[in-house]
């Protein structure tokens, strides 16, 4: 049985995350069974039991670091079984677009069906690894408040001089972070001599890695995209 309050709470994400779904606005990710939507709060994922006409679905929600905060069973007899039935479907929808998106853009940057397309802007000489020195020289750069604009949605963030990300909320025209604890550490993967072109991790709490950046550095502004998927990032300073 589920728990009442875990419903509730995972209904409420069900019924906001539908709608943003259906009209392309929310980037589902799939491993071949789970689809995930990775927000900057939350992670919520569904997972049809079986591919019969009306499977039984298990949906949870897990904080940014790993921790699972609920998980309900949803079962064809359950009134909100439509709801969950309708998310399942638009997410896997979402996913199949976002792959003919790619697989249409790497044809487009080829020319010819079967050539391998660039994924990085990081020219392939670069070094692996950056020195501590570069690392440094980086997080120091960057360090402040930045407005983020990743293709699908926009958030605020606070980068410290260690590379911690702070989620922030914009009140009176103030700048505040939600929590004094980091939903992210960045990690400088791969950059050019001048520090300017970087390959960059987003790290959860957790270790495990949220995603992987391309950036093009300038003092104001950081541009770039997203490894896994291709989507459009645009850090701009506060």
Known sequence: MNDPSSYSAILRVAMTVLPKTQIGQAAWQTDGETLSLHLPSATISIRAATEADQPEYTVWVALPDGPEIGRIVVPPGDAQYRLFRDLHKAATEACWAMLTREIQKSMDQEGTVGATAAT?????????????????????????DWHLDYSRGEEDVRIDENGNVL???IMHGKAIATSTRPVFRLEVLACNA????????????????????????TQKEMTGYAKHDGHKLKYTRR
């Not at 070094?127 to 960057?142: G, H, L, V």
């Not at 001048?194 to 391309?214: C, F, L, S």
């Open 167 to 169: 989620l922030l909320t």
């Open 194 to 217: 001048a520090v300017d072109q970087v390959e960059i991790a987003k790290v959860k709490a957790n270790g495990r890695t949220r995603q992987i950046e391309v950036l093009q550095v």
């Open 120 to 144: 990085t802007a990081i020219p392939p000489e670069l070094p692996s690894r950056p020195t501590s020195e570069q690392a440094e020289e980086f997080f120091t750069r960057i360090a402040g």
